[in-house]
């Protein structure tokens, strides 16, 4: 056999010298692809029992190769197994192993399969799995946000347009503005799942098999909704990984936007919240430093989950048909990509919870910046005014607030009916941060009614799968 000498691959049979030790290394993926072992060996019993099932295999063959395989992994959990370079990658390091441990019937696994639909096939079921374990993280978080809200909804805080003061809000408000953005990050990441949960294992090297093999069976055996319609796009495309790194940086720009009002209200001059000290660290030479890290670095990580999704895009783009060895670029960025979404999450289930409102600053805010110059507008207009000659008035009611260092509210009634004759004693209470919030009683408004009732309805949302 040509076996004999030249190279030890399962490929050798064609090859006349070794591979260059570099070509070597540059070429394999063990270092990192062992991680899909889990998957791998999943695959490979379903198709394993399929071939059997079929009369490719005997049922002692078949029994034999799932028995070794269930054997590899035990071992590989143990830390026993030995992983080589030398093999390449994940599947061939366990086909070796697996006839190493049961002879020369391991040989036979491979029949009517290639590594192109097993590696597509090992990838499909390891996001599968990631993308359960970032949903359920995302619905902690979603969690979380619920108990701070529950208990803010009365809580009273300057609302921003710009980053200037704009109307007043509940703080139980904004938080459930925070909750809606996830819920969707929640959404696309099912969705998603739906076209990963397809089976390539049938399609082996581009064009299907020649052996009688029952690609439904595989697919049932391994929770798939149905087989891979096309066996050229089944092992070529990775559209659902970029996918899946365009829902996680959608979801990261979120957590950056959360992360950055975090910063903002626990500077000195907003002083709005405080974050426990566990979420925080100090400085090594200003001891008063209490540094905001945990949301800091969220919003850092970002920028590598972004890069993950144009490195997936870019290997993709202009590949002809079927698989090319490019895609095995692709499990770093994914792998990464799952790990930082899972550890920015966690971070945010822990830490959104135990914020301390500081309800008693973030109130002198509000009342700060005249942000119920709206409020004064639509009281005239329900006097009759129309709506762009009340919006002039209170303009110019504001400009003399601002000379006088005063408040609407902290205007006599004589003031406020220099700027119009309709403005009666009725208006405080229209003034007031409470009366603001309390007229915007419609559904998506921030009147407390309202807001108990999306939190509400966010504890049915969050037990849906
Ligand atoms: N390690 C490879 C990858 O990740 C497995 C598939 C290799 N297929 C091949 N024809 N060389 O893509």
Known sequence: MSQDIKTDKPWGGRFSEPTDAFVERFTASVTFDKRLYRADIAGSIAHATMLAKQDILTNEESRKIIQGLEQIKNEIEAGSFEWSVSLEDVHMNIEAA?????GDVGKKLHTGRSRNDQVATDIRLFMREGIDAVSDAIRLVQQGIISLAEKETETIMPGFTHLQTAQPVSFAHHLMAWFEMLQR???RMRDCRKRINVSPLGAAALAGTSFPIDRNMTAELLGFDKPAANSLDAVSDRDF???FCAAASLMMTHLSRISEELVIWTSAQFDFIELPDRFCTGSSIMPQKKNPDVPELVRGKSGRV???LVALLTLMKSQPLAYNKDNQEDKEPLFDTLDTIIDCLKAFADMIPAIKAKKESMRTAALKGFSTATDLADYLVRKGMAFRDAHEVVGKAVAYGVEKEKDLAEMS?????SFSADIEEDVFSVLSLEGSLNARNHIGG????QVKLAIENAK???KQK
């Open 241 to 243: 990984a970029i996918e």
């Open 413 to 417: 009634l004589a003031e406020l009916q």
């Open 306 to 308: 972004y890069g993950h």
């Open 98 to 102: 697996l006839t190493k441990k049961i």
């Open 185 to 187: 990050d929640y959404e």
């Open 446 to 449: 921030t009147a407390p009614q």
């Open 460 to 462: 049915i949302i969050i």
